[in-house]
């Protein structure tokens, strides 16, 4: 004050300490509600506020980049997932990722809290056969086999991870021989009713008039030929149903 005299009389116009707004994954929440049409939201800026919400706005009017929507608000599980005493906001949001904020990040970090939500039947199957498992929105998914005689955890590095090998062994025995995937974490969609032949062709870039019992690898676009879902449709009856 004794070199900027003014900054004496300046006062303080505004002072502010409040909740932050930390997400469970450490990611924005941003763009329209799938539950409202024109309903936008900007939340969960994790501290960096001021510096993420004018790069928000400017996608708003023209959509997301690939690389961008991960962030949107239509990509977030529609509710907290229970764990015990506790919903996943809160156990994991103030004792793991407002740490994670500010500490390295890990390619592949696997999150440690509210974990085991949601598990498939084949669960202790998979623990048994040496899975690591990794989190989905909730879900215990195998993310990778240790051989027999190693640890099934993660050793995290920014070089090739203890995992590598693992992985190349999965998938040569994907390539070479049969293997078997528990898709239990998928979201699946029951589509029936006169239309849904010509609805879900529409949609899809894929000719979905098939045989009872085909599956078929499609896109669903939007207006602009962007791709909006990456998904395969099986026929399951003559009466167009679809799952």
């Not at 303080?12 to 929440?29: A, K, M």
């Not at 980049?65 to 103030?94: E, K, M, Y």
């Not at 970090?109 to 498992?133: E, N």
Request: charged letters at 20%; a positive charge; one cysteine or more.
């Amino acid at each position: 004050m004794r070199r900027v005299p003014v900054l004496a009389e300046a006062g303080i116009q505004l002072f502010f300490n409040g909740p932050e707004s930390f997400t469970p994954d450490d990611r924005y929440y941003i763009g329209e509600t799938p539950e409202v049409k024109d309903l936008f939201v900007a939340t969960g800026f994790n501290s960096v506020g001021i510096a993420a919400t004018a790069a928000s706005a400017r996608w708003w009017p023209s959509g997301f980049s690939i690389g961008a929507r991960r962030w949107t608000v239509r990509c977030r599980h529609p509710a907290c997932l229970a764990v015990p005493g506790q919903s996943t906001l809160s156990a994991r949001s103030h004792v793991e990722t407002l740490g994670l904020l500010y500490a390295m990040h890990w390619p592949y970090y696997q999150y440690t809290t509210a974990r085991g939500v949601r598990r498939t039947p084949l669960h202790d199957r998979l623990l048994a056969a040496g899975a690591c498992m990794g989190e989905t929105a909730g879900w215990e998914r195998p993310n990778w086999y240790a051989a027999p005689g190693s640890t099934p955890s993660y050793e995290y590095s920014y070089g090739r991870q203890n995992w590598f090998e693992a992985c190349r062994a999965e998938c040569l025995a994907v390539r070479d021989r049969v293997t078997l995937f528990d898709q239990s974490c998928f979201a699946k969609f029951l589509v029936q009713g006169p239309g849904a032949c010509s609805v879900l062709n529409r949609l899809s870039t894929a000719e979905l008039d098939v045989p009872i019992g085909k599956i078929i690898y499609t896109q669903w676009l939007n207006e602009r030929g962007g791709i909006e879902a990456d998904l395969t449709i099986t026929r399951l009856a003559a009466m167009n149903i679809w799952w």
